[in-house]
């Protein structure tokens, strides 16, 4: 089943075909993808107009190209796949839109796709091993969560961020240290450069029953020891050592919430296993943070996986096997399907 995607939620204007195949048997023929970050970059966060007028100037090229790179034709395509929320409401709309309207004219079924799916799903487009259920933690720009995932359509959320999303506080705390935006990167190359034991920073909800996360204490507690950084060449140390301190806290209280959940999502379990944690999105780049997990993993006797970068960052190719995954479990969507700002992942 050959599947165009395209994403348009956020800053990334992206389109995919993807020759779809099921769980690790699924080929990505091309992806194609321009990220806005320049156009961004002066105002230190995502403006929503320019990011919808950048998507309707790109995507129709990027389309084009990804269909070119494919070696494809209209004919060829079997469905299309569009993220339909949630997001910035104007660049989900000209996505959603140009998605439609490609359906329409080839009379081929459409999936609106929630963005939020395509990440948790994403996991499945490169590793034939994890099946369903699997634990999944979510960390990107606008979202934390931690979900059992059973199927297209079927997540049970035990816990999601009560303030920031994991990726918004990567982004506040390089502003803070002046690396500009978005800085989750910057961040981890800085944090390469420090000594992560120099600050103590607090973990929020540890020990928590529940599998909720909350990042606004840790927020706070950085920018208290940033205001009060040394200048001149200590300081610069000072800088690193605090980004690689706060990294750290990031990773261990992600850990710490994710192996709460683990327990919960092994006792939903019908039978002893070896389940898989798999964790996406954004965050999910991050190398301190997927060894950390990967631990937690072990020592609750989970696998554990992580998405490839750009499979793990947006891109329109986990959109497309989203779609896959929808239409083979016989879930085709409408075209009259609307975009949604607010889309919770599982409705
Ligand atoms: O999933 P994503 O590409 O977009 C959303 O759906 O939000 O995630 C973007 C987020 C940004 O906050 C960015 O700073 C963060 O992911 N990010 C990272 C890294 N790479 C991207 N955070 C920490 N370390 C990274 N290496
Ligand atoms: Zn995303």
């Not at 956020?10 to 769980?23: K, Q, W």
């Not at 079997?78 to 080839?106: D, E, F, R, S, Y």
């Not at 205001?227 to 261990?252: H, I, N, V, W, Y």
Request: glycine share 10%.
């Amino acid at each position: 089943m050959i599947i165009l995607g395209i994403e348009s939620s956020c800053d990334e204007s992206a389109a995919a075909v993807l020759d779809y195949a099921g769980a690790g048997k699924s080929k990505v023929l091309a992806h194609a993808l321009r990220s806005q970050e320049d156009e961004h970059a002066p105002f230190g966060g995502v403006v929503p107009e320019l990011a919808a007028r950048a998507h309707l100037a790109h995507l129709d090229r990027l389309i084009a190209h990804a269909m070119q790179e494919a070696g494809i034709g209209w004919r060829d395509l079997n469905a299309v796949a569009a993220t339909a929320g949630p997001g910035l409401i104007g660049g989900v709309m000209t996505g959603l839109l140009t998605g439609k309207m490609i359906a329409l004219a080839h009379k081929i079924p459409f999936c609106p796709i929630n963005h939020l799916e395509a990440h948790a799903l994403s996991p499945r487009l490169i590793s034939a091993e994890i099946h369903y259920p699997y634990l999944l933690l979510l960390v990107s720009g606008g979202h934390s969560l931690l979900a059992s995932i059973s199927g297209a359509g079927k997540a049970r959320v035990w816990g999601q961020s009560r303030d920031d999303a994991a990726g918004e506080v990567f982004d506040k705390t390089a502003r803070l240290l002046g690396l500009g935006f978005p800085g989750g990167a910057a961040l981890e190359r800085l944090a390469d450069e420090g000594n992560p034991q120099r600050f103590s920073l607090p973990l929020p909800m540890r020990g928590a029953e529940h599998c909720d996360l909350s990042f606004a204490g840790l927020k706070s507690a950085v920018r208290r020891e940033a205001e009060t950084l040394p200048q001149g060449k200590a300081g610069a140390c000072a800088r690193a050592d605090l980004a690689a301190s706060f990294q750290a806290a990031m990773a261990a209280s992600l850990a710490e919430r994710s192996a709460k959940a683990m327990q919960h999502h092994r006792q939903s379990l019908e039978k002893e296993a070896r389940p898989y944690f798999v964790v996406a999105g954004g965050v999910a780049a991050n190398r301190t943070i997927r060894e950390t997990l990967a631990r937690a993993a072990q020592a609750q006797g989970f696998r554990f996986t992580a998405p490839p970068h750009w499979l793990c960052t947006d891109n329109a190719a986990m959109v497309a096997y989203a779609g896959g995954e929808r239409l083979a479990a016989g879930l085709e969507g409408r075209l009259d399907a609307p975009a949604r700002a607010r889309w919770p992942l599982g409705q």
